[in-house]
């Protein structure tokens, strides 16, 4: 009942703060990010869980501190939009000089976000195919920038929504098979991966644009029609069904994927999905073997990516062992956040950090180590949550860190956005937001900003991720420009003229 009330609240307070068409016009990406807190920490427990027939508070060892930390949490995050808001609106109307300048607003053609998505499919390929630095975490300068084109795999599931980044409508009758092969070849790598986000974020990419395009007002329709209600069913039993068995077959094979090829990855995978008893047995076994961090929350591992608070309940568990602030564990956060600096910088202000053993394991990984659990944890990345990890490090103290995280990663995130005249409106009285593509490209990652492992992560985006975000951007987008013009010199000039006289018309 305290759980189902706390989800309650936190929808109160989200319709009566966020959503709103004012709100979300000036401030649509910040907005989606609360959105996805308030989603995957309180909404999405609560109707998942109910479909799989369990309580919210399945598998809990401390279900009150965890919807008490989960909604002060949100609080302070609320908090911090109302101050952020209150802030931007004296620097709304000044121009984005250097991102316009730099061509963060110039709409991509189709052909350049084609040539993204390739690009970041033949990334993927090479990194967990063929690259010597295979795991958790990729090494070396060149692997991590080919990492880093990972993120444009899924630029063509964009087109559909072009409305949202200025272009008019699109011909879905063409797009839409090409899409489907698309992600066809992505399914693939991904298998070879073993990764069930990488396949997913394919699907989501599409949800969260559309729920985004929805609360815009940039999609006008009728959701509850009789084809609506079909597609929704339908989507429901891929969902959790098909992608689900397929989800926990990559589970299951995990273990060997470090020691035998990519090819005989993908095939025992294809193995264990037709293997429906084996799968069966392994949901009743549990997602974990290791009792002393016990992550089971859903069965279904696809809702579980969106929506398992047992990581809040297990990073509690380990914090309640620790009794008080543990000073290597503040030292650790500090050190990750240093850790996320680019080595050269790390040298030029002299900072002594050892970047490479502080970034092989993760914060849930360290704080399992702390609470009493042997060395041996250490590099098994396990997901710990901010409120553990926060309490172990810094006390209560680590929702006000919280805030000021989070106060400077919705200012970078809206700056991905214009606010302009809304057509049809009198002056001064309607805005509506044009979209940098880049924004919409982490879409997301926005999303499933928060939950975090560790209050500082908000500051690692600051000081690093955004930067990296921006800049990678910057290079894809301006050599695909080039590559689809060069590409367009080569078209026989009959062929162009035919080609802008079919776009006139």
């Known amino acids: 009942m305290v759980a189902v009330v706390c989800v309650f609240i936190v929808w109160l307070l989200f319709t009566r703060f966020f959503l709103q068409l004012p709100v979300l016009n000036t401030y649509p990406i910040s907005s989606f990010l609360v959105l996805g807190f308030a989603t995957t920490q309180f909404y999405f427990p609560l109707v998942f869980t109910l479909l799989?027939?369990?309580?919210?508070?399945?598998?809990?060892?401390?279900?009150?501190?965890?919807?008490?930390?989960?909604?002060?949490?949100?609080?302070?995050?609320?908090?911090?939009?109302?101050?952020?808001?209150?802030?931007?609106r004296k620097?709304?109307?000044?121009?984005?000089?250097?991102?316009?300048?730099?061509?963060?607003?110039?709409?991509?053609?189709?052909?350049?976000?084609?040539?993204?998505?390739?690009?970041g499919l033949a990334a993927m390929f090479y990194v967990y195919f063929y690259s010597p630095s295979v795991g958790h975490q990729i090494s070396g300068a060149g692997d991590?920038?080919?990492?880093?084109?990972?993120?444009?795999?899924?630029?063509?599931?964009?087109?559909?929504f072009s409305k949202l980044y200025g272009k008019h409508e699109v011909n879905l009758k063409k797009v839409v098979p090409l899409l489907i092969i698309f992600t066809?070849?992505?399914?693939?790598?991904?298998?070879?991966?073993?990764?069930?986000?990488?396949?997913?974020?394919?699907?989501?990419?599409?949800g969260f644009?559309?729920?985004?395009?929805?609360?815009?007002?940039?999609?006008?329709?009728?959701l509850f029609t009789a084809r609506n209600l079909a597609l929704a069913a339908l989507g429901l039993w891929f969902f959790t069904g098909p992608l689900a068995d397929l989800a926990t077959a990559m589970v299951i094979v995990r273990g060997q994927r470090d020691e035998i090829g990519r090819t005989e990855l993908i095939s025992l995978t294809l193995e264990a999905f037709q293997d429906k008893e084996s799968i069966r047995r392994y949901r009743l076994e549990g997602i974990t073997q290791e009792r002393e961090w016990d992550e089971q929350y859903m069965d279904n591992m696809f809702l579980a990516r969106f929506s398992n608070i047992k990581y809040i309940d297990a990073s509690l568990v380990e914090a309640s062992k620790i009794n008080e602030q543990d000073p290597s564990l503040f030292n650790f956060s500090i050190d990750r956040l240093f850790a996320s600096l680019p080595l050269p910088v790390l040298n030029v202000f002299g900072i002594n950090v050892d970047k490479e053993s502080v970034i092989s394991y993760s914060f849930g990984d360290y704080l399992h180590y702390k609470a009493g659990s042997g060395a041996v944890v250490l590099g098994g990345y396990k997901t710990g949550h901010f409120a553990?990890?926060?309490?172990?490090?810094?006390?209560?103290?680590?929702?006000?860190?919280?805030?000021?995280?989070?106060?400077?990663?919705?200012?970078?995130?809206?700056?991905?956005?214009?606010?302009?005249?809304?057509?049809?409106?009198?002056?001064g009285k309607g805005k509506e937001p044009v979209f940098s593509f880049c924004g919409l490209l982490v879409l997301s990652s926005v999303f499933m900003f928060l939950p975090a492992e560790s209050?500082?992560?908000?500051?690692?985006?600051?000081?690093?991720?955004?930067?990296?975000?921006?800049?990678l951007y910057f290079l894809v987008f301006h050599l695909t420009r080039f590559l689809s013009s060069l590409y367009k010199g080569l078209l026989p000039v009959g062929l162009l003229r035919h080609r802008r006289r079919r776009a006139f018309q």
């Open 52 to 88: 799989e027939g369990k309580p919210i508070i399945f598998n809990m060892e401390l279900p009150y501190e965890v919807f008490v930390h989960s909604l002060a949490a949100f609080v302070v995050v609320l908090i911090t939009h109302v101050l952020y808001r209150s802030f931007s």
């Open 91 to 119: 620097h709304l109307k000044r121009p984005r000089s250097l991102l316009i300048k730099a061509g963060f607003f110039i709409t991509p053609t189709n052909l350049q976000l084609w040539i993204m998505g390739f690009m």
């Open 144 to 160: 991590k920038f080919v990492q880093g084109l990972i993120t444009f795999s899924y630029a063509p599931f964009f087109i559909p």
């Open 184 to 206: 066809i070849l992505l399914f693939i790598v991904s298998l070879g991966r073993n990764s069930r986000g990488a396949f997913m974020l394919g699907f989501t990419s599409v």
């Open 209 to 222: 644009t559309f729920i985004l395009a929805l609360l815009l007002g940039k999609i006008r329709t009728r």
């Open 388 to 427: 553990g990890t926060g309490m172990a490090a810094f006390g209560l103290w680590y929702l006000l860190i919280l805030g000021v995280g989070m106060l400077g990663s919705f200012y970078v995130f809206d700056k991905l956005r214009l606010v302009k005249q809304a057509t049809g409106t009198v002056a």
């Open 455 to 471: 209050v500082t992560e908000p500051f690692e985006f600051l000081i690093r991720g955004s930067i990296q975000m921006l800049l």
